[in-house]
């Protein structure tokens, strides 16, 4: 089983990675594999690559999930 988190992007970066904040850590993730990705978009991120745009809903979703779970 493969768990991505939710972030939320707060800078693109010209090299083709992004700054994103899950829950407020700051990493920098791959993001060659999204197109029109904007800052403020919410994106599911896996093994230190954005994977796959999500709704506002859909991360706070994710986010309650997680904090159930620990």
């Known amino acids: 089983m493969c768990v991505g988190l939710s972030a939320r992007v ?29 800052p403020g978009d919410y994106v599911m991120v896996h093994a230190g690559a954005a994977i796959a745009k999500i709704t506002q809903e859909e991360e706070e979703e994710a986010e309650a999930v997680l904090d159930a779970l620990f």
């Open 10 to 38: 707060v800078r693109l970066q010209k090299d083709g990675t992004a700054l994103v904040d899950a829950s407020g850590a700051r990493r920098e993730v791959s993001a060659q594999l999204l197109e029109d990705l904007m």
